[in-house]
């Protein structure tokens, strides 16, 4: 069974520009999480998607924003970039069920630097 | 609201020694408990986790870890580390009813010859 996907790995932007990463997760999950990693301010919980909804929130600007599609793959926007935004982004899925047992398995990814 | 405390952002062992991570939880409910190692440049990957099916869980590549919940503590053992070993290790803990996880900030793992 293939594992979590992130698109693309790495990702160069300027300050201001927008930027849309992108997540494919094992095949049966049904939740996607993103994470945001930085050595400041460690591992932070962006959001989670369940079967297409918006389940739970993190601390994070209305920058930042996600969704999800009907096949579970899952995209997440950070529009007006600032510097501080630099970081490396991950993406975790899961079977989603009820009860918080589940494991989440996460993907590599997406190493986002903005200049 | 649930948090979890890792004591020591470093730890240093020869090969062969004792593995201790140490990590202290706060929860409001039973929580579910888990440890994900992080190699360079690479995402999370789950070592164990507590359900509250048992106390001591096993985990993989050797790592355990024991669920106390008079210290509420949940700390990460190996008995003899590995060079492979090196790596940063984070413990989490799952918010309820919900998939979001509430990490730690984290041990770096060294391992010395």
């Known amino acids: 069974k293939a594992g979590v996907t992130q698109t693309p790995r790495y990702l160069i932007k300027t300050r201001g520009q927008q930027v849309t990463l992108s997540c494919s997760p094992i095949?049966?999950?049904?939740?996607v999480s993103w994470y945001q990693q930085t050595p400041g301010q460690g591992l932070q919980f962006l959001f989670e998607y369940f079967s297409e909804t918006q389940r739970n929130k993190g601390n994070f600007p209305g920058r930042f924003s996600g969704r999800q599609f009907s096949n579970s793959r899952s995209e997440m926007n950070v529009s007006t970039l600032e510097l501080g935004d630099s970081a490396l982004y991950l993406c975790a899925s899961s079977l989603g069920t009820s009860g918080g047992g589940d494991e989440q398995f996460f993907g590599p990814g997406t190493r986002l630097t903005v200049l | 609201a649930q948090s979890v405390t890792q004591l020591g952002s470093h730890v240093s062992v020869s090969e062969g020694a004792l593995v201790l991570l140490r990590c202290n939880y706060s929860s409001s409910v039973p929580p579910y408990l888990f440890w994900y190692v992080q190699y360079p440049n690479q995402g999370l990957q789950l070592l164990l986790k507590y359900t509250s099916a048992a106390t001591l869980v096993k985990g993989i590549n050797g790592f355990e870890a024991e669920f106390k919940k008079s210290e509420t503590s949940f700390h990460l053992t190996k008995p003899s580390a590995h060079m492979s070993d090196a790596a940063e290790y984070f413990c989490a803990v799952r918010a309820p009813d919900t998939d979001k996880l509430i990490f730690g900030t984290g041990t770096r793992l060294q391992v010395f010859p």
């Open positions: 095949s049966g999950h049904r939740s």
